[in-house]
């Protein structure tokens, strides 16, 4: 699986952006995803995940609330909607397809990374 995301820019804070992370390959349904972000010398940070059929949706407390997630199979892509956007979410975004969780070692395959900017 190619994951290649996309959607990132410069948003005032209390704006909204649409990440989107379009898939290769028939076996993106088979897949469960993640968003995971990385700022300047931090580690990289879960923000959520979203099962392969979409039943279960998993988001870091620090963007309860704000952000959405979806996914539409027969299109190969998942959609992270991002409202109330806050100068701490300024980071690299990138989409990640595999197992289930919080860890970014459990997925195996990664998009290149969107920025987003977030000015106060």
């Known amino acids: 699986v190619q994951l290649q995301a996309y959607g990132g820019g410069l948003v005032q804070a209390g704006g909204s952006l649409r990440l989107s992370c379009a898939a290769s390959?028939?076996?993106?349904?088979?897949?469960?995803m993640g968003w995971f972000r990385q700022a300047p010398g931090q580690e990289r940070e879960f923000v959520v995940a979203?099962?392969?059929?979409?039943?279960?949706?998993d988001f870091a407390d620090s963007v309860k609330g704000r952000f959405t997630i979806s996914r539409d199979n027969a299109k190969n892509t998942v959609y992270l909607q991002m409202n109330s956007l806050l100068p701490e979410d300024t980071a690299v975004y990138y989409c990640?397809?595999?197992?289930?969780?919080?860890?970014?070692?459990?997925?195996?395959?990664w998009g290149q990374g969107t920025q987003v900017t977030v000015s106060s």
């Open positions: 390959g028939r076996t993106f349904s088979y897949y469960d």
């Open positions: 979203i099962r392969w059929s979409g039943g279960m949706i």
């Open positions: 990640a397809a595999g197992r289930y969780s919080q860890d970014p070692k459990a997925y195996d395959y």
